[in-house]
C-alpha cells in the first residue's frame, strides 16, 4: 500500500493509513494463533478496534468485494510465496 510501518502503527484514522491496517490486523488473525489481546497489543488499539476491523475485512470478503478480494490474494501470495 506505499506506507511505512510507522504509518500503520501509528494513530491515523485516515482512510489510505487505517484500510491497510484493518487488512494487516485480519490477515495477522486470519493466519496466525494470535489471539485478539495480542493484536491489541502489537497494534497498540483497543479490543472493539481490532474486532470492528478483522469483522470489517471479513464482510467485505463475504460481500465479494472484488478489489479487496484482489488485495487480500495479492498480499497472500507475496507473505506465503515462500513457503509453497
Known amino acids: ?6 504509518e500503520m502503527m501509528g494513530k491515523s484514522r485516515a482512510k489510505p493509513i487505517a484500510h491497510p491496517r484493518q487488512i494487516a490486523m485480519y490477515l495477522a488473525r486470519s493466519h496466525t494463533s494470535l489471539s485478539f489481546p495480542d493484536l491489541e497489543r502489537i497494534f497498540e488499539r483497543d479490543h472493539t478496534t481490532v474486532l470492528y476491523a ?4 471479513e464482510d467485505g470478503l463475504a460481500n465479494k468485494d472484488s478489489y479487496l478480494e484482489m ?5 497472500e501470495d507475496e507473505l506465503f510465496k515462500n513457503s509453497k
Not at 1 to 6: D, L, Y
Open 1 to 6: 500500500f506505499g506506507i511505512a510501518v510507522e
Open 54 to 57: 478483522v469483522r470489517k475485512i
Open 71 to 75: 488485495d487480500i490474494k495479492r498480499l
